[in-house]
């Protein structure tokens, strides 16, 4: 059967040369804006379609590989090797932005907190698929905590390793969703993998797991957490790193 998952999975392990291509257009051209245009209509009409409904989740005896650590497998600063030494001990996940309560919540609170388990599937876009099991605190726990301001719209993820290097300094990490994705009950902060801790090749200490999403949306070695009214401030505008080289802002499957 064609599904929007199928479509959107094998159109990338057909080529990522799609996404390359638009990396060229300008902010203001014609086609960039036609296809922005025609992904807002797909996230739209994808809600009214499944609203809250949940990704599939599967059993233990699904689990036949190691989840492949895709993107980025380490980072290569002085403060993430000396958290690395600790275990994590010294790690505080810090949110910010239009929140009532600034948060600084270290590993061994956050750890602590109210946790989900769910065995799902991760999709990346480059075509290949893994079921893992992963244990986290609901973002939306966090969220309660910290009190979001009415004009809070999107959750931005800043995080620790660096995707570019250059002369102009690194460029780190950073992905985004909007509130109703980050309310969702499968949205976590996921701090185990397979029963352990979760693995520095897989995004630890904390790791984003949005998982109606592709994986890039699933944002590793999390620092930060920032509560904005708007993207335009985030990168170049998009909120997003691959968004803003011309991959899907909103990658539902």
Not at 57 to 80: C, K, L, W
Not at 94 to 117: D, H, M, N
Not at 121 to 133: F, L, M, Q, Y
Not at 193 to 208: I, S, Y
Request: charge should be negative; glycine fraction near 10%; aromatic fraction near 8%.
């Amino acid at each position: 059967m064609i599904t929007r998952r199928n479509l959107l999975l094998g159109g990338a392990a057909a080529g990522l040369s799609g996404c390359t291509l638009l990396d060229g257009l300008t902010d203001d051209s014609g086609l960039r804006a036609f296809l922005q245009g025609a992904e807002n209509l797909t996230m739209t009409a994808q809600r009214l379609i499944i609203g809250n409904s949940l990704a599939p989740e599967f059993t233990a005896a699904d689990i036949r590989q190691g989840q492949h650590p895709n993107g980025s497998t380490g980072v290569d600063s002085d403060e993430y090797r000396a958290m690395r030494a600790d275990g994590f001990a010294s790690y505080s996940l810090q949110v910010t932005g239009l929140v009532e309560r600034p948060l600084s919540i270290p590993y061994a609170q956050l750890t602590g907190l109210p946790a989900r388990t769910q065995i799902t599937r991760h999709d990346c876009v480059e075509g290949w698929s893994c079921i893992a099991k992963w244990m986290g605190v609901p973002l939306s726990v966090i969220l309660d905590q910290a009190r979001p301001l009415l004009n809070a719209r999107f959750a931005v993820f800043n995080c620790f390793d660096a995707i570019e290097h250059g002369l102009g300094g690194d460029v780190l990490y950073y992905e985004s969703i909007d509130m109703v994705d980050a309310r969702h009950p499968q949205t976590i902060l996921a701090w185990a993998m397979n029963d352990r801790a979760l693995p520095v090749q897989n995004g630890a200490p904390l790791r984003l797991r949005v998982e109606r999403q592709l994986g890039y949306k699933m944002a590793k070695y999390v620092r930060s957490i920032e509560l904005v009214d708007s993207l335009a401030g985030i990168g170049a505008g998009r909120g997003s790193y691959w968004a803003d080289r011309g991959y899907e802002w909103y990658a539902g499957i």
